[in-house]
């Protein structure tokens, strides 16, 4: 009797449950961190803005100057100073105003500005028709961030703008974890490379370069061990060679039940199998396990094994592959948005298993599903947006509110 296959859930969570983030941290300059994962909370050492500053340019003023202020009565006062963003002005005196520009600093004494299209200058002299509100257009000391507060949290993705705001408070490097590394190849006699011959019955070979490119704008440091003939030894041996100096080991092709399927009785030889076959369309035959090292280097390697069908490849890397990652880089959330979205189409024979439907965001704001939803149509993933996350057994009609996982949230 075959053994059921595995949940989605359940095999997402058994995955999450073996990956322990990276425990190696590296100091980095901020200006080289994006993409980064951080070690560690950081702090802000300073108020932003550390001063109360203008957010517009006009007049700094005492509200009091200005009670009386009407369009049929404006109040005329002198100009005493003027303060450009980076300089200090003196302590503004009753009855006068200062010229202040974008991110100058709020004089002494001073409660309001005034905006320079709200105020008539006249040489020395600018006149008021109205009373600004108290502390308009002025932003006020730790507005942003206060002295001590957590500006960026420990396991967050470094985004241009997170390193921008560590930046603002100062901080000219970052504690990060390491890369993780991870061991790659793939096996089939039938593959070829681009560039060479296309014998008879063979193709070439688009997992190397879907899961590379996916495995580095992780960031990772990957290890392209290439192509791998389908015997029990060579698939042994890549396997040694790929649990050498890396965290992960991610294998496309040969997890099946094939004779030519070499990769389960390897890693079975070679350390331990924990989990294989997952009840999803595409990307049943998904193989969770763990290689151990050299007698030199102790320890294990993680290893998942792909299947050999492209799109089965690329939506079980999103799926499971990537969100492992993201743990053993020390992120905590890791879970891909979903938006509800109509379905502009209808699906009557839904698998007995969970699927993953390549759909397309159409213009009047609805999703269209790929006609030839094949494991092997690697055009569906270009054309489309996203991924229909479809329960088992689950008809879809036209109109129906589905769940949308789309690629720009699972590729970054």
Not at 26 to 53: F, K, Y
Not at 336 to 364: C, G, H, Q, V, Y
Not at 381 to 409: K, Y
Request: net charge neutral; charged share 25%; glycine share 10%.
């Amino acid at each position: 009797m075959k053994p059921a296959l595995l949940p989605f859930d359940d095999a997402r969570a058994a995955l999450l449950e073996q990956a322990a983030p990276i425990d190696e941290v590296e100091t980095v300059d901020t200006a080289a961190a994006a993409g980064r994962v951080l070690a560690a909370d950081i702090r802000s050492t300073l108020d932003v803005p550390p001063r109360d500053n203008t957010q517009m340019d006009g007049y700094a003023v005492r509200r009091a100057d200005l009670l009386q202020a009407a369009p049929e009565r404006p109040v005329r006062l002198p100009v005493a100073q003027r303060i450009p963003a980076g300089h200090v002005g003196r302590p503004l005196k009753a009855g006068e105003a200062a010229r202040i520009f974008t991110g100058g600093l709020v004089p002494e004494g001073a409660d309001a500005i005034v905006m320079q299209e709200m105020a008539v200058a006249d040489g020395d002299t600018v006149s008021f028709s109205q009373c600004p509100a108290p502390g308009e257009w002025i932003r006020r000391t730790g507005e942003d961030i206060r002295n001590g507060s957590v500006i960026l949290a420990a396991g967050a993705r470094l985004t241009p703008q997170a390193t921008g705001l560590a930046a603002s408070v100062g901080l000219a490097s970052l504690p990060v974890r390491r890369p993780v590394r991870v061991g790659c190849f793939f096996t089939g006699d039938e593959l070829a490379m681009p560039g060479e011959p296309l014998r008879p019955g063979a193709i070439y070979n688009s997992n190397r370069y879907v899961l590379g490119a996916l495995i580095r704008a992780m960031g990772c440091e990957l290890v392209d061990l290439g192509n791998v003939p389908d015997t029990l030894a060579a698939t042994r041996e890549a396997l040694r060679r790929a649990a050498q100096g890396n965290d992960l080991i991610v294998t496309s092709g040969g997890v099946s039940v094939g004779e030519e399927d070499h990769v389960k009785p390897a890693v079975e030889a070679e350390g331990e199998l924990r989990m294989w076959q997952i009840a999803i369309k595409p990307g049943k035959p998904l193989a969770y396990g763990r290689v151990r090292r050299g007698v030199s280097d102790a320890g294990i390697a993680h290893f998942i094994g792909l299947p050999g069908n492209p799109v089965s490849s690329f939506v079980t890397f999103l799926l499971l592959v990537r969100p492992f990652v993201q743990r053993l880089q020390g992120m905590a959330d890791v879970a891909p948005r979903a938006l509800p979205m109509r379905a502009d189409f209808d699906w009557p024979k839904p698998d007995r298993r969970r699927e993953f439907l390549r759909a397309k965001i159409n213009a009047d704001g609805g999703l269209d599903l790929f006609p030839n939803q094949s494991s092997a149509v690697l055009t569906s993933t270009v054309w489309g947006d996203g991924l229909i996350d479809n329960p088992p057994q689950h008809a879809i009609a036209r109109g129906d509110i589905v769940r949308f996982l789309p690629f720009s949230e699972l590729t970054k």
